[in-house]
Nanobody, 129 residues
Framework: VRLVISGGGKVQPGGSLTLSCAAS????????RGWFRQVPGLEREGVAA???????TYADSVKGRFTISQDNAKTTLYLQMNNLKPEDTAMYYC????????????????????????WGQGTQVTVSS
């Protein structure tokens, strides 16, 4: 499956951006999808994930500011980012994985099942004045 990300860019602190991740196929209920980010020299960090039923999990650092969602066709994943901070600056990636391989929290925060992930190419988000 191909995952194509769009929507990155540069924004001032306090601003908003929406990332999109278009998939080449429909993701049925057997998959979770999510967002990660990575700063050079640091490990990839789990940001948020969602199931086909809309149940979502967020990293503490983005709760209340970021919202993950998907379209009804289950082909496009979104990350609405509000009140952006300089520490949100990173390369952002979308990912999909079989839910049998890892829970949302396990995949995002405990490095479980990541070998089973299908990753997008990444998009840069820069928060700076």
């Amino acid at each position: 499956v191909r995952l194509v990300i769009s929507g990155g860019g540069k924004v001032q602190p306090g601003g908003s951006l929406t990332l999109s991740c278009a998939a080449s196929k429909y993701f049925h209920s057997a998959y979770y999808r999510g967002w990660f980010r990575q700063v050079p020299g640091l490990e990839r960090e789990g940001v948020a994930a969602i199931g086909s039923d809309g149940d979502a999990t967020y990293a503490d650092s983005v709760k209340g500011r970021f919202t993950i969602s998907q379209d009804n066709a289950k082909t496009t994943l979104y990350l609405q980012m509000n009140n952006l901070k300089p520490e949100d600056t990173a390369m952002y990636y979308c990912v999909a994985w079989p839910r049998d391989m890892a829970s949302m929290s396990g995949f995002l925060f405990r490095n479980e099942g990541r070998l089973w992930g299908s990753w997008g190419q990444g998009t840069q988000v820069t928060v700076s004045s």
